[in-house]
């Protein structure tokens, strides 16, 4: 096995890098998992080429080089772009454009799961009722301190305050962890 040589590895790198960089800071943003680099180098490599596609003709124009122009364009603007999709994400400013221009795009969330509770984050509060497997019903307040797991293999929840059934807070010291193997069924109420 030959080692790749020092040119063929900045290659690699510069094909990948602010596909990788746009979409590891759009992930913070957005539910789910950022695909290792194995199982993502292709779509890395499609983020990058449209990404250059536009910006390489900009940076010509701009005549800019040197360590800022590798920094820049390479690290800085895919930072950038990165948090601006995701922001945009959140408050659901593409879906917005697309549905005023009659187009309809898929869903970024890879479940519902994960779709409900990342609107219940944008939210202040979000009341809660989880069905337990042995039919127990677990009323609660889904605030800042609240967790919901977005690993696709455990879907655990932390509920920062527990309620009555009249959503009534009962417990202002401890919240409740539940494992995903015990919920059943799970309930979101908004808070109007």
């Known amino acids: 096995m030959d080692l790749p040589k020092a040119d063929e590895v900045y290659f690699a790198i510069a094909a990948m890098a602010p596909g990788f960089v746009i979409l590891a800071l759009r992930s913070q943003f957005v539910a789910g998992r950022l ?5 993502g180098a292709i779509f890395y490599v499609m983020i ?43 408050h659901q400013l593409v879906r917005t454009l697309a549905r005023r221009m009659g187009l309809n795009i898929i869903h970024p969330a890879p479940s519902g799961w994960d779709l409900m509770f990342a609107q219940t984050r944008t939210r202040p509060w979000t009341w809660i009722i989880v069905t337990t497997r042995d039919n127990e019903r677990i009323h609660g307040l889904m605030g800042g301190k609240s967790f919901a797991s977005s690993a696709g293999t455990d879907r655990d929840l932390f509920i920062q305050r527990l309620a009555d059934p009249d959503f009534n807070l009962v417990d202002r010291e401890h919240g409740l962890w539940i494992r995903a193997s015990d919920i059943k069924f799970v309930e979101v109420i908004p808070d109007e």
């Open 35 to 39: 695909p290792a680099i194995k199982e």
């Open 48 to 90: 990058s080429v449209l990404y250059y596609s536009i910006v390489v003709p900009i940076f010509s124009m701009i005549d800019i080089s040197g360590p800022l122009y590798h920094l820049t364009l390479y690290f800085f603007l895919p930072v950038v772009i990165g948090v601006v999709l995701g922001v945009s994400y959140q």
